[in-house]
Every structure is written in structure tokens, then in C-alpha cells.
């Protein structure tokens, strides 16, 4: 659990808290939940509705390797619908789901801010533009590949 | 606080600065719509049904929470602002879901408040359930026995196993209570209605008629009052000592005078009526036996002919020999049987399409099979000779084709599959048709045309029953005497009738519905539909005894636990509905995802069903900011948003003490799950 | 002689791998002084190389992490050189983003070796009313999209007696094809907080909050360095008090990027917006006057007390006055981060600075999801907040999007419309229900399930949306649709009348279809067909296809296309 008591209790720094709840577990579980909101005297069922507001906050387990595909209106004109629809295919898994392993975990987000090598996905914040459905599955291997050497 | 001037609709009113427009309206006894708002809360500003208009910028705003300023020009009953606030319930609707209504009481053509009376049967009231029932139903004992059932094929139970025994309900509550009972009624006001025909649209509207305080003659052309309860529907479904009950019922409730042996145009006069009759209603029903269309039909009974007979000789006949009846539906069922029980030799029916396709009742086909009938399916009749003293019926083999108009699949017939069948008796059951009396208008299936809104013919000429709406049945006879008999009140008052518009949300067929979509109050009873016991097979072969028994207390009361209790805790105060009644939304204006965020029955007291959210966040505002807990809250946001408390667990057992949240949920979301007949019951006899 | 090596370090620098070109240089060139700097605007050329020597620099373009690579660069040798499009320095007007490029980001003293701080010097030496009347006299209109006279609120902020005050930065940048202040936030972050700290000194604001974008790390990374370099250096004391600068962060949500839901979320609370009247000058974060502007706005305003504002004034406009970021994306040669002067046609951007090829675009989205499209013939359009409003598109903060004719606008409509419906708070009825029906509709028209009755509920229920949604998202949700029904009708009668995208974009409505004369029976689309659905005669079977398009990607002599469904029409693309 992060240093709660560093961000003062402090209701507006509740956001903050919960951030750095996710980077540390990469998630927020109930039980973290239940122990900011005891933290910041809050109720749990408000806790919750802010966690499930916002799309950065993960109530499930992510995989090892978070994909992001971005469907950024310059990725989307270029086609990342066909991107995610590859990276679904090849994993098996749909947005927001991890796969059985652990391993990726999908989702669409909105622009990664490199518009100009669309169409992109980044993977645990590295980004990976100009795609192609070839590069794109080498890319999802390599990682694999590496992970079964381990 | 200084003074200043608002105009709303045209009205310069005095307001503070500081209040919003809709609390100055208010004040001032205008009414603009609102779902969102609670006075002892915050803001929501969510449901935008207060919008206006403001007249000079037309700028659009939640009257809600947009302060008055001096000199405020504001639209708020303009067709522009009625139709957003349309717009604004439609979409609502769109994503609501629920039933208002129970499927059964939607079911009914009576529109018998089902649900109601089962809950009464259940709890063991059966006096209480007959006055429910007979708020709709002015033949309980009668419907008791014969009503196809529609409830009970619309029944949400239907999703698990059997539907619940509907109408052995009536039938208890009936044949327990019938002498004991008498409805409330208007006293007579001294208006007048004549009825001509004395079967269960006639009476229906006389019943319903004296209800309102209005007295009525009934004129029959027959021997015996009853129409099709007495000449139609035979005695082992309908014995006629029960409607001899039923008869001496009207007569106790005094004002309806039944004239037999009066035929029109013979002993009575339509304009002599009209004259003399503040409204007059027709009802004469369908009793034109329907052609087969073949060489030789007049050897052949007419299948209504031969019940009417038969009726009339105290179901004592003599005996048909080997018979054949040609036909499917019900008519053909009640020949079938009836010729079973007089004669030994073989009984058979012959159909030209599937035993599938039969327009009777399932129940009609089955219980004809065990007392013998022979069933010859795909077979059609093309003529009809006598040969000696036997006729000899000529029919073709049938195969199905294409769908036709109807969606079955029509019978074409098959290629050299003639062939002859002796018998000493036919009966073409066939249908029936309307006989209008003369310069009566009609349409093109020569049935009497009336309004529909209040059924009328022209002047004060009202109609009603089979001879409106073609054969049908009973119950329908009664619903549309009920339509009538509401005619003919508003045309005395000297309105039009306009029946009022009523939404009904409803969470779909039960053939849409998976069984893991359910929502229940409280977890029904897993047992079996009660089955219906029926009297001795020799018996039913032999004589004309009533073939089903009526329910015993015991077998109500399990039948009732079997019921899900479909309709909504807040039916009768709830204010989407209230609203989009009054602004006149639909439920199917917009067709679109429903998403199911699932319900809570946990609570000993109280149900959370999400789906009946309409994400007003009062709820959340009164625990919070009245109540000083934070148990509600939202999550998820957009078109994904639902109202929920900590984890999905059940509001704790405490809440019972407050309950704030569930008084103030404007809908049925948040509620107690109390579903309280005596409301029901009150609210029926304002209706009158 | 090399004196500084500068590298493109902003998002899309490093996206275009940068870093590994920085620690090659490092490696192979111990020696000499790399410095990290933000982004200039090519964004298509990156990974960008400046080299500083004596006689100038020399820029380097798609630079490889490669020894061979950087030993001729370092060489000077004359390959892969960068020269910026001619065309475009005639467009484009450097000034806001002068710095942006040039300098180390989180370099204090290289800012203010550029004139940084000089606004705020000067802006202590006036009176905070005269700073107001100065920003007023600029006429800077907020570039947040809404286009809010600065001075105006500024004004607002002034007038309020109470104690504590806030500001806040609005760099939220919710819409999903735009950069425009990530790339301020990068690459010249001191200019924007010189801004706001001019706005605190004028008008009395004691509290200074950068509400940002989740998803960029970086501005956050450099803005903090910034700050504490600020905090350093005593420039956030005014009028003798220490003011408290504090970047928080969102958490993904473009609602928050309304200024009542940026409150709220600032507050800790679900992002969702509330009635305004009482603005948030009158009642903002925690009850305080607050004031909300964005990062592009502040980033004007050190140069508006630098240069006064009538100086300032000169450039664009009589009405839009200034520059404008913006986003250039879509079917362009040249995409990326652009500034122009207010009153530029949008045709010389996308073709004078796009390089958009003559007459291949058909409409340009303008203002991202709350925007509109503008169609071929209004091209000579200026971009001023008024001529785009007439049109039923707005400024927006600064997304521009292309669109080429062989594109389907229901489809650009729909993915604009499914963007705003997710992204609703779900607070009021006409957008959380509104735009998911719209949507609904929208999704049976591009899968060649619409009729002409879903077009006409398009049509209805957008304007009604706009008049009853509470907020700015929900009451600009139905733009980017009735916009395109205003221009391009046809396209929406196509699909629904005939069953047709003349784009042949909507999946539904086309076939993949591999022609036998051309094909030289490689296979190449047999083996990288994810679904197995090529036969070995090269026939595709449409049934089960998923249009996922690798056939045609990998196919070498383009044998495959998309075809109308059913019929063999081929459109020229
Ligand atoms: C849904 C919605 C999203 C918005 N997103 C942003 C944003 O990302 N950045 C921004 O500066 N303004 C955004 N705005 C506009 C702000 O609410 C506000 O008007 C602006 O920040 C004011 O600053 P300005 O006057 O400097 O433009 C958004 C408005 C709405 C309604
Ligand atoms: S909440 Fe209202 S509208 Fe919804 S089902 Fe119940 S009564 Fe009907
Ligand atoms: S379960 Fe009960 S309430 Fe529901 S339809 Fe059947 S009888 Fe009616
Ligand atoms: S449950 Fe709460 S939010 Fe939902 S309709 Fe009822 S009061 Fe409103
Ligand atoms: S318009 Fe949309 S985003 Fe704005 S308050 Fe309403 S639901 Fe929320
Ligand atoms: S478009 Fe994709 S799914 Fe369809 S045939 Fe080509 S490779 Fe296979
Ligand atoms: S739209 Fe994909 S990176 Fe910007
Ligand atoms: S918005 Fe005013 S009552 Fe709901
Ligand atoms: S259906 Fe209601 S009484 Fe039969």
C-alpha cells in the first residue's frame, strides 16, 4: 500500500492515492479500496464510483505486458480498428480482458501523442508506431519468446 | 433578498432573487414536470424534464436549477419545451426496464388486475380477490371455467416451468363468495341505456353501465338470456345452474331488466329505441354459421346451429350416430365433445391443416383425444352427399405450402387423394358471422363498424361484442362492454370518450426473457403447476357433468407462491410513468441496448432494481446529505452508470428504520417491497 | 567544429526512438555534450538530430540508432539532412512555439538567456489591474475551444474579494487526435507557468494548479522540474507570498477537461459536471473563485506583457487575434504539430503546410469530437473563432483533420459520436442516452442496416441533444454528425438507399475480393489470412472474412481489393 498518510489524508489528493495504488499492485482491488477509503474516512461506495469513473483505474489484474492500442482520431483514420482487431485475433482476448497466462492485457485508449507514426500501440509505456499486422505479431512474440526464455 | 419580476407562459409573477424558476413556478401553481428534483438535496440537474425555454435568447435550461433573473421571459408549455421534455422521457424509457404492469394483467383483454387477485388468492383472501376480479370480470364464475387463458400464455412463470393457474383464482374466488357479494355502485341516476341481446357483451355493458349509475333494458330474441354462455359453450365447461348464479346476480343488483323473446325488427325497433333510450348498445354476436364453401352443405349441421340446438333441448338429444365435424377451432372442439357424450358410435374431426395449427385451445384438443374423438388432420371436404339414410362426405388429402398471409404455412391439396367417408351426422364448425341488422354501417368482414375510442355507431347507437369484433370470446365480449359502457357514460356527460394513455414499460415476452434475467421480489416457490383435476372418464363420455373442478383453498395458496409478482413496487406513484403519461412518451420511441445491471432483493425489506434507475441521484443525496450516511453512490459513468452500494452487498437490515431513500426514488428503483392490495383497490374504485 | 548535439526528446521523438539514438550517440561519442530538447514540430521526421556547430546547425532526419549511421553524422556528411518543407515556412508563423525545439525544456537558465521571465518582471513592475487591462487589450481568446476572452475572465478573477483564490491550468487535452499542449508542457513548460504566474500576480490568485493529462508522463516530468526550479529560483514569490504550484493529475476521463468536472475530479470526486450558473470564478475548487484556462492560452500570455497587447493584437485577426496550434492529422504528407496566424484558410494549411496532394481532400474535421467537418468548398474559409462557428464547426484546442475523398464521413461521424458517448459522465438524460441512440443509429447505418428513417432521427435528435445536455460535451456531442448531414447527405443515403459506402470503409457493406488476372498465386495472402479463410484457388469466402485487410497488405502486385458488396463496382481511392 503507498504512504497514504504522506498525501494528508486529504480528500482531493484521493486521485493521487489511488494512482499510486495502481502503480504499485497494477490494480485496485477491493481490499485496497477498503483500506483508502478507511485511510481517507471516506465512504467505500464513493471510493468505488470514483475508481469505476475513471478508465485509467483497473479493477481486474492486468497482464505482465499492458497493450495499448491507440484509437487516436490519426490512428483511427489509419486504421487501428484493423490493429486491435489483429491483436484480438492473435491473443484472444477482447479490450479490457488479460489473457489466461497473465501475460497481455488489451485496450483501446485515445491518442499516445505520436500521431505522426500511426498507426501505434505502446506495450508497458514503449511505443511502437508504423505498424503493420506482421510487425505488429512479431512485436506480441518477441515479448512472449522472451518471457519463455525466463 | 430583493424583489424582482419573472414572466412564465405569459404570467409577470413576484419572485426572490436566488429562487430557481421552477420553485417560482411552483409557487404560483404552474406545473412543470420534474424526476430529478427534491427540494432537501442539492442540485442534480440530471433528468432535464423541467427544461424551458427562455423566450427572448431561446436558450434552453433546466428550470431546475437556473436562477430567475428580472425581467425573465420564460416558455414552458410551448409545443417546442413539451416536446423536449417528450424527448427527454422517451430517451428514459428507452433505457429503463421494467414491467409497470404485471404481463398477466396486460394479457387479459379485460385488463383483470391478475396479479392482484392471485396475491389475495395466495394470502387466502378469496373475498378480496372476487372484488378485484370483479372490477373487470362481470362473469367471474362463467370466465372461471371457459377463458382461454390468454394470462396465462403471456405469464413470465412461463420462463421456468408451467404458467401459474390463473383463472383457477376466479374460479375459487367465484364459486366461494358469489351469493355473498355485491359491488359498490353509483345510485341510478335515472338515465336509461336499451341493450338488444342478452349475451356477455350485452350484460357486460348493462353491468358496467349500472356500475355508473346508469339502468338499462336488455332485449333478447332468444327464449333464455345468456348468448353464448347458455348457447354456445356447452354444458360440461359451463354448467347452467352457474349462469342462473350469475343471472340472479344481475337481478340483485337492480336497474337491468332482461326482456326475452324480443327480436329486432320483429318486436322491437332500432330508431323506436333510440328514441326512447338515452343510448342504445347493440350486442347481437356472431350466429351465422360460416359456409364450407362444398357441394351438399345443407345436409350439414352449422356447428353453432347444432350447440344452440342442443342447449336448447337441456342437452338432451337424440343420438347422432357416426359423426364427422369438420373444423379446428373451438366451436369445433365444443361439437366434437358434445357429440361424443350422445353417442356411442365414432366421433371424428377432420382439419385441413395440423393438429399445430388448431385455433383451439391445446387443452380442448387433448381432453377430446382421452374421451375418444378420432382426429383426421390435412383433410378438406369437397362435398357432401346422402346416400340412403348416410351421408357421405367426399374430402382431399392436404399438404402444407407456403406461408400465407396469417404466417402458417396454407394447406394445398395433394393430387388424386379423394376419398368418401360414411357418416350419419356432419357438422361443419367452421366459424362464424356477424348478422348486422339492417342500415347498421359495416366493414368489409360485415362486422357493425364503430369508433374506437368509444365504440359508437352514429347518434347514440353503441356496439359491442362478437358482432364488432367477429367470434371471439367471452372475456373479450367483457372487455369491450366495458369500452362501450365507458362510451356511453361520456357521451351522456357529453364528452367524447378518450380513453386515457397509458405507458407500460415491460421487460419483454417471456419468450425473450432468459431465466437468468428474471427479477423476482421474493424467490418463488419451486413447485410444479397444480394440476387441474377433472371428473371420472366414464363419466365425461357418458353424461354432460362439468368435467374440471374448481381448486381447493390449499391448491390456490401453492399456486400462488409459484407467482413472481412481475409488476413494479412503484406503479402507483411513480413518476416517469405519471409524466410520461401526461406528455405522452413511449417506451418504444427509441429501440436500443438495455443494459442489465441486475437487482437486490436481500434486504429483508427492500428491492434495488437497477434497471429502473433512472440515475437521478437522489437517492445518493438524501443517505448523504439528509440522512448523513454514504451507503448509495453511482459508479461507472456514461450510458454504463448505475446506482449502487459498496460492493453489491444488501443495504444494511438498519435501513428499514429510515428509508428516506426509497420514499424520495422517484421511480421504482429504490423501494419497499411491499405490494399492498389495499391501494390497489382504492385506486380502482377513484378510477370510477 | 560541434558544439551541442540537440536531440527531439518530446513524446514523438521518443516514440520514433529517440532514446536509443541519444545513448548510441552517447556510446560512440563520449566526448560530446547531447542535450534533450522538445519538439519543433516535424514530427514525421523524427528521430530529429540538431547539430550545433560554429556556422550554424544542421538537422538530421529519421536518425538510426546505428554506429555507421552517427559516425557520418557526426561527420557532417550530407544524408538524410532535414530541410522543412519551403512551403510550409511561408504558412507557418513560429511564436508561441518559437522556443519549442530550441531549447533544453528543463533548463532554466536557457530560458531565460531566450527572454523568458522578462513577461513577469514586467508584469511586477505594473499595477495587477494594468496586467488585466493588457491581456484584455491583446485580445487573447482561450484556446481551450471555447474562445472566451482571457481578459475578460481574468477580469472576473480580479474582482473577487475573497482571501484564496485559485488558477488552474486546463491540460487536460482530451481530444483524441490532439498534442498541442502536451507539446507546450514538453518542451517549453516555463513559458506556460511564466504565464500563469503573470495571471496570479493580476489577479490575486494565491493557489496555482496544472491539472494534466494522465496519459503524459513526461509534461508532468518536466513541468515538476520546472516548478521546483521556479520554487528555487523565489519567481512564484508575489506580492511577498510563496505561491504553492501543484500538478495533479486526471485519470482519463475528456469530461474533465469541462471546467466544473475538472473541479470536481481536482477535488477527489467523480468527474462529473454541474449546472452552471454559479461559475467557477464565483464558486470553484473548494468553494473558492477559481479560474480555469488552458495551457495554450497561458503560453501567450509572457509574450503579451513582453511585446503589450496592442503589439500583440497585430497578429491575426481584428476578432482572433495571436497564433493557433494545432494538430494536423488525417491524409496529409506532412502531419504534426503546426502554428499558424489566426485567419490562415484552412485550404493553405492542409495543402500548404499539409502538402496535401491538390484536390484529394474532401472535408477537414475541425475541433476534434466537439467539432465539425468543413467540405471542399468552404477551403478558403480563414480559421477565426467566428467564420468556423458560422459554419457549425468551432476552433476547437486544435485538432485538424483531414479527410480524403476516398474516406466514408458516416464512418468519420460514427467514430467521433462513439468517442463522445464513452467519454459521457452519464449525468443528464439527452447525452448519457442521446448520443448511445444516435450512436445505435449511427452503427445500423454504417452495417448496412439503417433506413431512411434512422438519417431523419439523426437529424432530430441531434439538435434536441445540444439543446438539453447540461455540459459542453453532451451539448457538442452531435456536431461532427449534423455537420456531416449538412454536407454530405449523400453519403448517408448511400449506405441506407443502397445498401453502398462509395468509401468503401464500412465492413459490412463491402467484400474482399482477389482478382484472378492479376494475382501471380504466391500465397502470401493465404498464409497471412488470420482466419483461414483463402481457399487454395484464391477465392475469398466473404461469409466469414473479417476485413481485416492483411490480404491486400501483403499482397505484392495488389491483386486484392475492397469491393462494393454484390456488386463489382471498384472506387477509385
Ligand atoms: C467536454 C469538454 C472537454 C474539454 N476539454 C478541454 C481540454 O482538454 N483542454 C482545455 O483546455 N479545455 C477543454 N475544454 C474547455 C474548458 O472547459 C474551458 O473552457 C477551458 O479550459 C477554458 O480555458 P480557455 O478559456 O483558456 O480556453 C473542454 C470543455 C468541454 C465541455
Ligand atoms: S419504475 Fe415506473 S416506469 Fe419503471 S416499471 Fe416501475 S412503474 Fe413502470
Ligand atoms: S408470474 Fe405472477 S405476476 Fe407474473 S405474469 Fe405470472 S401470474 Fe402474473
Ligand atoms: S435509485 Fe436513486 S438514482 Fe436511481 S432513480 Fe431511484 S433515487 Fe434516482
Ligand atoms: S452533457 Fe454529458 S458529459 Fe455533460 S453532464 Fe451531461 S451527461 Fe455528463
Ligand atoms: S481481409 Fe482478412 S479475413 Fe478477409 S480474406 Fe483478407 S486476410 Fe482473410
Ligand atoms: S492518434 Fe494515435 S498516437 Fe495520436
Ligand atoms: S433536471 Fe430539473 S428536475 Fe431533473
Ligand atoms: S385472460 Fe383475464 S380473465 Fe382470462
Not at chain 2, 183 to 206: Q, R, S, V
Not at chain 2, 225 to 247: A, H, S, T, V
Not at chain 3, 170 to 180: H, K, L, R, T, V
Not at chain 3, 518 to 546: A, L, M, R, Y
Request: hydrophobic share 35%; charged share 30%; proline share 4%.
Amino acid at each position: 500500500m503507498p504512504d497514504l498518510a504522506a498525501l494528508g489524508q486529504e480528500k482531493s489528493n484521493l486521485i493521487k492515492a489511488l494512482q499510486e495504488q495502481q502503480k504499485e499492485e497494477g490494480y485496485i482491488s477491493d481490499q485496497a479500496i477498503k483500506d483508502i477509503s478507511r485511510e481517507f474516512d471516506m465512504a467505500p461506495v464513493e471510493v468505488e464510483g470514483v475508481v469505476s469513473f475513471y478508465t485509467q483505474f483497473k479493477r481486474i489484474k492486468p497482464g505482465k505486458y499492458k497493450i495499448q492500442v491507440c484509437d487516436g482520431t490519426a490512428c483511427h483514420i489509419i486504421g487501428s480498428k484493423l490493429v486491435l482487431n489483429w491483436a484480438k485475433d492473435h491473443l484472444g482476448i477482447a479490450e479490457g480482458e488479460t489473457d489466461e497466462e497473465g501475460l497481455f492485457s488489451l485496450d483501446a485508449v485515445a491518442c499516445l501523442g505520436c500521431c505522426s507514426l500511426a498507426p501505434v500501440i505502446s506495450i508497458n509505456g514503449k511505443v511502437y508506431g508504423d505498424l503493420t499486422r506482421k510487425k505488429l505479431l512479431k512485436i506480441l512474440e518477441d515479448y512472449r519468446a522472451r518471457e519463455e526464455e525466463v | 433578498m430583493s424583489q424582482i419580476k419573472v414572466t412564465i407562459d405569459g404570467q409577470t409573477l413576484n419572485a426572490e432573487e436566488g429562487q430557481t424558476i421552477l420553485q417560482v413556478a411552483r409557487e404560483n401553481q404552474i406545473h412543470i414536470p420534474s424526476l430529478c428534483f427534491d427540494n432537501r438535496v442539492s442540485q442534480n440537474t440530471s433528468c432535464f424534464v423541467c427544461i424551458v425555454q427562455d423566450a427572448e435568447s431561446g436558450q434552453w435550461m433546466p428550470s431546475c436549477s437556473s436562477q430567475v433573473q428580472d425581467g425573465m421571459k420564460i416558455n414552458s408549455s410551448t409545443p417546442e419545451v413539451e416536446d423536449m421534455r417528450k424527448t427527454a422521457l422517451d430517451l428514459i424509457l428507452s433505457e429503463h426496464s421494467g414491467d409497470c404492469e404485471a404481463p398477466c394483467t396486460l394479457a387479459c383483454p379485460a385488463h383483470a388486475k391478475v396479479e392482484e387477485y392471485v396475491r389475495a388468492g395466495r394470502e387466502g383472501n378469496h373475498f378480496e380477490a372476487l372484488k378485484i376480479i370483479k372490477e373487470r370480470i362481470p362473469f367471474p364464475m362463467s370466465i372461471g371455467r371457459v377463458c382461454p387463458r390468454f394470462c396465462e400464455q403471456d405469464c413470465r412463470r412461463n420462463v421456468k416451468d408451467q404458467p401459474v393457474a390463473i383463472n383457477d383464482f376466479k374460479r375459487l374466488a367465484a364459486d366461494l363468495y358469489y351469493d355473498e357479494y355485491l359491488e359498490d355502485m353509483e345510485d341510478l341516476t335515472g338515465e336509461k341505456a336499451a341493450i338488444i341481446g342478452a349475451g356477455p357483451a350485452g350484460l357486460g355493458a348493462a353491468y358496467f353501465l349500472r356500475r355508473a349509475g346508469i339502468a338499462s333494458d336488455v332485449y333478447e330474441k332468444r327464449a333464455e338470456p345468456g348468448g353464448m354462455l347458455r348457447y354456445g359453450i356447452p354444458e360440461y365447461r359451463l354448467p347452467k345452474d352457474i349462469l342462473e348464479k350469475e343471472l340472479a346476480h344481475f337481478e340483485k343488483m337492480g336497474g337491468i331488466t332482461i326482456n326475452c323473446n324480443q327480436e329486432l325488427g320483429q318486436d322491437i325497433e332500432l330508431e323506436e329505441l333510440k328514441n326512447n333510450y338515452d343510448a342504445v348498445i347493440m350486442a347481437v354476436g356472431c350466429w351465422q354459421p360460416s359456409s364450407m364453401r362444398t357441394e351438399g352443405e345443407e345436409l350439414a349441421w352449422g356447428g353453432i346451429d347444432y350447440l344452440e340446438k342442443l342447449a336448447s333441448q337441456n342437452f338432451e338429444m337424440e343420438d347422432p350416430g357416426e359423426t364427422i365435424v369438420v373444423g379446428g377451432g373451438n366451436t369445433a372442439m365444443d361439437c366434437v365433445r358434445s357429440s361424443l357424450r350422445l353417442t356411442e358410435e365414432q366421433v371424428h374431426c377432420y382439419y385441413r391443416r395440423t393438429a399445430k395449427q388448431m385455433p383451439a385451445e391445446e387443452y380442448e384438443y387433448q381432453e377430446a383425444l382421452e374421451e375418444g374423438a378420432n382426429f383426421e388432420f390435412l383433410t378438406q371436404p369437397i362435398s357432401l352427399r346422402k346416400e340412403g339414410d348416410k351421408l357421405v362426405l367426399k374430402c382431399i388429402r392436404m399438404e402444407l405450402g407456403e406461408p400465407d398471409a396469417s404466417g402458417r404455412r396454407r394447406p394445398i391439396p395433394v393430387d388424386d387423394s379423394e376419398f368418401e367417408v360414411k357418416a350419419d351426422t356432419v357438422i361443419a364448425a367452421i366459424g362464424q358471422k356477424t348478422i348486422a341488422p339492417e342500415g347498421v354501417p359495416t366493414n368489409d368482414w360485415g362486422d357493425v363498424e364503430v369508433k374506437e375510442d368509444n365504440c359508437r355507431v352514429e347518434d347514440n347507437l353503441f356496439a359491442a361484442g362478437d358482432c364488432v369484433s367477429g367470434p371471439a370470446t367471452i372475456v373479450e365480449a367483457v372487455a369491450g362492454a366495458r369500452r362501450v359502457a365507458n362510451g356511453v357514460q361520456a357521451y351522456l356527460k357529453d364528452d367524447t370518450y378518450k380513453p386515457p394513455y397509458l405507458i407500460n414499460v415491460s421487460r419483454g415476452h417471456w419468450q425473450s426473457v432468459s431465466e437468468d434475467e428474471l427479477v423476482y421480489l421474493q424467490e418463488p416457490d419451486e413447485s410444479e403447476r397444480v394440476e387441474q383435476r377433472h371428473i371420472d372418464l366414464d363419466k365425461r363420455k357418458q353424461t354432460f357433468e362439468e368435467v374440471s373442478l374448481t381448486f381447493t383453498k390449499d391448491e390456490v395458496e401453492l399456486e400462488g407462491k409459484r407467482c413472481f409478482e412481475c409488476s413494479c413496487t412503484a406503479r402507483e406513484d411513480c413518476q416517469l410513468k405519471e409524466h410520461s403519461e401526461e406528455l405522452g412518451a413511449d417506451p418504444e420511441a427509441f429501440s436500443g441496448e438495455k443494459i442489465d445491471h441486475g437487482y437486490n432483493v436481500e434486504h429483508p425489506e427492500i428491492v434495488m432494481d437497477r434497471g429502473k434507475c433512472i440515475k437521478c441521484g437522489i437517492c445518493i443525496k438524501i443517505c448523504n446529505e439528509v440522512v448523513n450516511e454514504y451507503l448509495l453512490g453511482f459508479k461507472n459513468r456514461g450510458y454504463n452508470t448505475k446506482i449502487d452500494t459498496a460492493f453489491g452487498q444488501p443495504l444494511p437490515v438498519d435501513c428499514e428504520e429510515c428509508g428516506e431513500c426509497l420514499e424520495a426514488c422517484p421511480v421504482g428503483a429504490l423501494d419497499w417491497k411491499v405490494k399492498k392490495n389495499e391501494e390497489i383497490l382504492k385506486k380502482l374504485a377513484e378510477e370510477k | 567544429m560541434i558544439n551541442r548535439i540537440k536531440i527531439g526528446m518530446a513524446s514523438c521523438g521518443v516514440a520514433a526512438g529517440a532514446r536509443e539514438v541519444k545513448d548510441k550517440i552517447a556510446e560512440v561519442a563520449p566526448e560530446e555534450k547531447i542535450v534533450e530538447v522538445g519538439c519543433i514540430g516535424h514530427c514525421y521526421a523524427e528521430p530529429i538530430v540538431e547539430i550545433e556547430t560554429d556556422e550554424g546547425s544542421i538537422f538530421y532526419q529519421d536518425v538510426e540508432p546505428d554506429e555507421e549511421f552517427i559516425n557520418r553524422m557526426l561527420e557532417l556528411e550530407d544524408f538524410s539532412r532535414f530541410t522543412p518543407n519551403p512551403e510550409r515556412e511561408k504558412w507557418e508563423k513560429k511564436f508561441v512555439t518559437e522556443l519549442s525545439g530550441k531549447i533544453d525544456p528543463v533548463s532554466l537558465e536557457e530560458y531565460r538567456s531566450r527572454g523568458g521571465y522578462q513577461g513577469l518582471e514586467k508584469a511586477l513592475e505594473m499595477e495587477p489591474g494594468e496586467v488585466v487591462e493588457e491581456v484584455k487589450t491583446s485580445y487573447l481568446r482561450g484556446r481551450g475551444g471555447g474562445g472566451f476572452p482571457a481578459g475578460m475572465k481574468w477580469s472576473f478573477l480580479a474582482a473577487k474579494e475573497e482571501e484564496d483564490k485559485v488558477i488552474i491550468c486546463n491540460a487536460d487535452e482530451g481530444d483524441p487526435g490532439a498534442f498541442m499542449d502536451r507539446t507546450v508542457m514538453e518542451s517549453i513548460p516555463h513559458q506556460m507557468l511564466e504565464g500563469m504566474l503573470i495571471a496570479a500576480y493580476a489577479t490575486g490568485a494565491n493557489r496555482l494548479f496544472i491539472y494534466c493529462r494522465a496519459e503524459y508522463p513526461l509534461a508532468v516530468r518536466n513541468l515538476n522540474t520546472a516548478i521546483s526550479q521556479i520554487e528555487e529560483a523565489g519567481l512564484n514569490k508575489i506580492g511577498g507570498e510563496d505561491i504553492k504550484i501543484t500538478v495533479k493529475e486526471g485519470a482519463g476521463a475528456f469530461v474533465c477537461g469541462e471546467e466544473t468536472a475538472l473541479i470536481h475530479s481536482l477535488e477527489g470526486k467523480r468527474g462529473t459536471p454541474r449546472y452552471r450558473p454559479p461559475y467557477p470564478t464565483d464558486k470553484g475548487y473548494k468553494g473558492r473563485p477559481s479560474m480555469i484556462n488552458n495551457v495554450e492560452t497561458f503560453a501567450n500570455v509572457p509574450l503579451i506583457i513582453r511585446l503589450g497587447g496592442e503589439e500583440y493584437a497585430e497578429i491575426g485577426t481584428e476578432n482572433s487575434t495571436g497564433t493557433k496550434l494545432f494538430a494536423l492529422a488525417g491524409d496529409l504528407e506532412y502531419s504534426g504539430l503546426v502554428e499558424v496566424p489566426m485567419g490562415i484558410s484552412i485550404g493553405d494549411v492542409i495543402y500548404g503546410i499539409g502538402g496535401a496532394e491538390e484536390g484529394s481532400i474532401k472535408a477537414v474535421q475541425i475541433g476534434g469530437p466537439s467539432g465539425g467537418c468543413i467540405p471542399e468548398e468552404y477551403f478558403d474559409t480563414p480559421i477565426d473563432y467566428d467564420s468556423l462557428n458560422e459554419l457549425g464547426a468551432i476552433m476547437g484546442s486544435g485538432g485538424l483533420i483531414a479527410i480524403s475523398k476516398g474516406r466514408c464521413m458516416v464512418e468519420t461521424a460514427r467514430y467521433f459520436l462513439d468517442f463522445t458517448a464513452k467519454e459521457s459522465c452519464g449525468k443528464c438524460t439527452f447525452c448519457r442516452i442521446g448520443t448511445k441512440r444516435m450512436l445505435e443509429t449511427l452503427e445500423r447505418v454504417t452495417g448496412g442496416e439503417g433506413t431512411a428513417e434512422d438519417v431523419e432521427l439523426l437529424s432530430e435528435l441531434g439538435p434536441k441533444i445540444i439543446k438539453g445536455s447540461l455540459c459542453g460535451l453532451g451539448q457538442t456531442a452531435p456536431n461532427p454528425v449534423l455537420t456531416t448531414l449538412k454536407y454530405f447527405k449523400n453519403e448517408y443515403l448511400e449506405h441506407v438507399e443502397e445498401k453502398h459506402c462509395p468509401a468503401l470503409e464500412c465492413d459490412n457493406l463491402v467484400e474482399i475480393e482477389i482478382d484472378q488476372e492479376t494475382c501471380i498465386e504466391c500465397g502470401q495472402c493465404i498464409k497471412n489470412c488470420p482466419v483461414n479463410v483463402i481457399s487454395d484457388d484464391f477465392v475469398i469466402d466473404n461469409q466469414d472474412c473479417t476485413r481485416c485487410n492483411s490480404c491486400i497488405e501483403v499482397c505484392p502486385v495488389d491483386a486484392i481489393a475492397r469491393v462494393r458488396k454484390g456488386g463489382k463496382v471498384n472506387v477509385a481511392n
